[in-house]
């Protein structure tokens, strides 16, 4: 997910929590272990200053992430609570310890995947139900404040927000049955398969791998998927020399569950064809052919 529905989702979970017996420095210790929580796995985009093998791709969503991660972040930020608000107990550390598994758990939903099980595993895990900003979400999270806030006196807030976590959870099943539903309806057609979810909620793209040709497909369980590319990859290029030149190229190609490999007569490239939008993907690493020594 994107940093803003992350640190919404901190908000949203500091919100749950009945604070009728906690003192105002409690409150707040509260409020930074959920905000802490919500962003710290992010932390691994500072990487990007010392990479010079390109390889960001995989190292972004990565051991950060991890489930195994979990505990360690948890440990480290109730340390720090515990040092600058001066609270006791083992509840920060459970606390945080939430707010992490959330981040890093949400984060596989989308088609960007994490690094679920790292370093046991470089396999990106995602499952491509849910778009990075989703505006379900934020409308839930935003209706949640707005009736506590209407509510105040009449609600407790606590409850309110409680109530917008399954709510949410309720969201995320529903997107990926769905999700699910689509996948195992073209399943048998191809070699390999692949999820991206749209803004609009229910709307989805599969993507579909056999031989040399990528199918994109979109629409919903209500409606008939449409093919709306067919892509050739070129499978017999050599991308030794490709990766190379490009290192980037060879990150590209495992970070991504599959890949078109384009070889024309002015480039040799690759590129993840969950974000392939008008003619072209954003993800896309090449070398000009006029460069290749």
Partial sequence: MDSVTHTLFGLTLYGAV???TMTKKEKRALLATAIAGSQIPDIDVISSWWDTAGRYQMWHRGVTHSLFMVPVWGAL???????LFRVRGWYW??????AVWIHNTSDIFNAWGTGYFEPFSS???TLGTIPIVDVVFWLLMAAGLLFARLGRGRFSSHRVFRTVWVLMALHVIFQSVQGAVLVNSVNAKFEQTTLTADFIPGMFTVVGKRDQEVQLLHGSVWSDLKVVAILESREDADLETLFAQNP???TLYEWSP????VNDEERLGLYDPRFYR???SFLFESVEKT???
């Fill in 123 to 125: 396999v990106r895990l």
């Fill in 18 to 20: 009945d604070k009728s």
């Fill in 278 to 280: 008008n003619g072209e």
């Fill in 258 to 261: 599959f890949v078109v490999i």
């Fill in 77 to 83: 930020i109730a340390a720090i609570v515990r040092a």
């Fill in 248 to 250: 980037r190229a060879k």
């Fill in 291 to 293: 460069g290749i020594r």
């Fill in 93 to 98: 550390f459970l606390f945080a310890m939430l």
